[in-house]
């Protein structure tokens, strides 16, 4: 049975991360992958360190979509892959790799995550993460000077050319696509419980759908003896 795929999606700052990681903690890390889609960022090591700073990292565009859905698809059906690591200061891919094994549940993460329908189709449960913009804002401000070597002059300059249009292009329309929206207030513990309750009944049905199976086959192997 295929592993089931939970989408956590929802603008910049706006506590995507700090869900997904709440929901690994209590399911378990024994049975969750957890594939961040800003890792699939497109290496930028051909252009100057001028031209990577300026770059639109908010537009589709900038993430290795392909790869990304390849990566999916692969452990959505059991089977371990080498997902790629992003160097948030250079701008550029590393050389290295973090290997992922698959798991019964796949948690996705990522602002554009929605954005494009063959993603869409990998991904069974879809939520969304709600934050007022200036909540996620001075997340983002915060993060990127702590985490990612960025002025509070250069975080702002990009907020404002790229960052809150392509939330209003691309990253905030596909809240349409989500089954459940998720409000970020006090960790919002009530929801992440929701999430957490679905998913434990749909690991449940699956098993009872493999137990099935496997006695459906069993059964049909004993006739076969019979005849012989």
Wanted: net charge neutral; charged share 30%.
């Amino acid at each position: 049975m295929a592993s089931l795929v939970i989408g956590i999606a929802g603008g910049s700052g706006s506590g995507k991360t700090t869900i997904a990681r709440k929901i690994r903690d209590k399911v378990g890390n024994d049975r969750i992958t957890f594939i961040e889609m800003d890792c699939y960022y497109r290496d930028l090591s051909h252009l100057n360190i001028d031209q990577r700073i300026a770059h639109n990292f908010d537009h589709p565009s900038s993430i290795d979509i392909e790869l990304f859905i390849e990566h999916i698809k692969a452990v959505k059906n059991g089977k371990s892959i080498e997902k790629p690591q992003y160097d948030f200061i250079t701008h550029t891919r590393l050389q290295k790799t973090a290997g992922i094994i698959s798991q019964p549940v796949v948690i996705l993460e990522g602002i554009l995550l929605y954005e494009n329908p063959k993603v869409r189709e990998l991904i069974d449960i879809k939520t969304y993460v709600e934050a007022p913009d200036d909540v996620r804002f001075i997340r983002r401000l915060m993060r990127d000077i702590e985490h990612r070597g960025r002025t509070p002059r250069a975080v702002v300059e990009q907020y404002y050319k790229t960052v809150r249009p392509m939330h209003e292009t691309f990253a905030g329309p596909t809240r349409e696509y989500a089954d459940m929206i998720i409000p970020w207030h006090d960790y919002n513990e009530v929801a992440i419980d929701m999430v957490i309750s679905r998913i434990e009944a749909c690991l449940k049905e699956r098993k009872q759908v493999d137990n099935l199976y496997i006695e459906n086959k069993r059964f049909i192997s004993e006739k076969a003896a019979e005849v012989v």
